[in-house]
């Protein structure tokens, strides 16, 4: 009867499915940000990149979650696009590790009864266990489903070997290898999981419903169909997504056309390793079919990583705005990379602006510069939103000191365009020549910041900018004390004596806040990414050796100046 053919299939392969979704699920939250750590640090060279991919990929047996990480490394800057490429090679070949945990253990070895207690203890686990160990529970219910799946799959699938010939097909010939490639790609889509789809045409293999041959088309049309996943996800996604998405169906495509049109050669190579080398005949040389193509396509196209990289950033290319690029909504799901994209595009806005203030001092009129003010304005209020869309982490102890330092920087960084639209109305006084040498001297300042800051914040930066900014404050508070005692001899008219000292103060204000958003953007790359360790928000104890104490957030220049009775001194 059919319901004797349907019923094990559906309910085997859902099984199977959900017994994967479990594991990956399990395994990348058990791994938590130590996997993306490691993945994040072993992707120096292509070769390392493609070699992080695969392991990464063969450990959590999804090579979506392995794609999505690398989404989101890319979107925060941590990858660049070449390396995030062969990572993505390297994901394609380690997926292929569910071929060999189907063929080697699920299929020669009827475990579905022993699998059955596996399930038990993942899920008394999963109900009983605390933190990751809850986690480990699960991934450990879903490997036993896995196998209870196949057993039920396989039932399945002999009675479609019983009912019809599946084998009378077409099977031989380009039409034959393309009309199974299709089948494989549509099933891949259908079930969403490229996993299942090669799972399914195992089985049915090993159970004899169809030839090797035409097994071999399903499993080309499975790794075809794996992409078009990726394609739907990027859809209305940022850039970096549609780009990996775009790299994923160039290498899937062309190296599923490239077996097909070797698959003769293949299936000679296949029949040598079985003479030659023992390679054990059935579902394992189905296995090692699909392991070997991969491969040959990583073979091909990893040494052309870079140009083929190149191609796609001209296919795809990146039109939005240059300082908020990293802002990909992609990674909002994940706090440590968020931060880390934020960070960066606080860092360049933050840059901008130094380069912009500091070019329109230097030039004494407004600056023709790339990105101009309103594109920085807008990169403010565009992290500013980014940042309250940040999952809320107060109770993370390693993430909230940071996001706390960004809000820091971000005001910071808001007061001062604030004050840049008062430069208008100071231009004269700082063109006048009594004002040169502080002009001189914080356009240094700027200069510094923004050095730091492209470079990284090398060590000691920081400290050098508060230095200078103090300097500047100390020669401001010395020349107002100049100015007012000769407007009271009558050497300056009062209202040129104000305007000039509103000058003064304006420059004082302007260093102040850049020192301020240089210090809290100051920190290396967070723990989560890179391993460097916990950094804590500074407080009055840290700065006790700091050139200037620290004031209030919500006051507006440095403390403990007498000369200016609405300014009251406290901490950072």
């Known amino acids: 009867p059919v319901v004797d053919i349907l019923f094990p299939l559906i309910g085997g392969l859902g099984m199977f499915l959900l017994g994967m979704a479990l594991l990956t699920d399990g395994l990348k939250a058990f791994a938590g940000s130590a996997l993306r750590s490691a993945l994040g ?3 120096g060279s292509p070769l390392r990149a493609f070699t992080a991919g695969a392991t ?17 490394f890319v979107s925060a800057g941590l990858l660049t696009f070449p390396q995030a490429l062969a990572v993505v090679f390297g994901a394609s070949l380690g997926t292929t590790g569910t071929s060999w945990i189907v063929s080697g253990v699920g299929l020669k070895i009827s475990v579905g009864l022993y699998a059955l207690p596996i399930v038990g203890v993942g899920a008394f686990m999963r109900l009983t266990a605390r933190g990751r160990w809850r986690e480990l529970g699960t991934a450990v219910a879903g490997f036993g489903l896995i196998f209870v799946g196949i057993d039920v799959l396989q039932d399945g699938m002999g009675q479609v070997a019983a009912s019809w010939d599946l084998r009378r097909l077409p099977s031989t010939g380009i039409g034959g290898h393309l009309l199974g490639m299709l089948i494989g790609a549509v099933m891949t889509v259908l079930m969403q999981s490229s996993s299942g789809a090669v799972a399914t045409t195992l089985t049915a293999y090993h159970s004899g419903a169809i030839g090797f041959e035409q097994a071999s088309s399903l499993v080309i049309g499975a790794a075809v169909g794996t992409t078009v996943t990726g394609m739907l996800a990027a859809i209305g996604a940022g850039v970096p997504a549609r780009r990996t998405a775009a790299a994923h169906v160039l290498f899937n495509l062309a190296t599923g056309l490239i077996a097909i049109i070797l698959l003769p050669l293949f299936l000679r190579w296949i029949d040598w390793s079985q003479d030659r080398y023992g390679l054990e005949p059935g579902a394992m040389s189905l296995a090692a079919f699909h392991t070997a193509f991969i491969a040959l396509g990583v073979v091909l196209f990893l040494p052309w990583v870079n140009r083929i990289a190149r191609l796609i950033e001209r296919l795809v290319p990146d039109r939005g705005p240059e300082l908020t690029r990293h802002l990909d909504r992609t ?14 595009a606080l860092s360049a806005t933050a840059v901008g602006w130094f380069e912009w203030i500091r070019a329109g001092l230097i030039a004494g009129h407004e600056p023709s510069r790339h990105p101009d003010e309103i594109e920085l304005r807008r990169a403010l209020g565009d992290i500013e939103q980014f940042l309250a869309r940040v999952p809320n982490i107060n109770h993370n102890p390693r993430l909230l000191p940071e996001r706390v330092a960004q809000v820091h920087a971000l005001d910071h960084l808001t007061r001062l365009a604030s004050r840049w639209r008062q430069w208008p109305g100071l231009r004269e006084p700082l063109t006048d020549h009594e004002m040169a040498a502080a002009v001189t001297k914080a356009c240094g300042i700027l200069r510094l910041a923004a050095d730091g800051l492209a470079k990284g914040a090398p060590e000691g930066w920081s400290e050098q900018v508060a230095k200078e900014s103090m300097e500047l404050a100390d020669k401001r508070k010395a020349q107002r004390s100049g100015v007012l005692d000769q407007t009271a001899e009558g050497r300056w008219q009062p209202g040129q004596a104000l305007h000039y000292l509103d000058a003064m103060r304006w420059l004082d204000h302007v260093c102040y806040h850049g020192w301020r958003a240089s210090h809290y953007l100051a920190a290396g790359p967070l723990e989560a990414i890179n391993g460097t360790g916990d950094r804590t928000e500074p407080d009055a104890a840290d700065d006790a050796d700091s050139p200037a104490p620290l004031p209030t957030e919500d006051t507006d220049t440095h403390p403990d100046r007498p000369d200016n009775p609405d300014e009251k001194a406290g901490t950072a």
């Open 41 to 43: 640090r072993l992707t």
């Open 56 to 72: 990464a990929t063969a450990l959590v047996q999804s090579s979506s979650a392995t794609t999505v990480a690398v989404i989101g």
């Open 331 to 344: 990674v909002l799901h994940v706090p440590d990379m968020a931060l880390e994209a934020s960070k960066r």
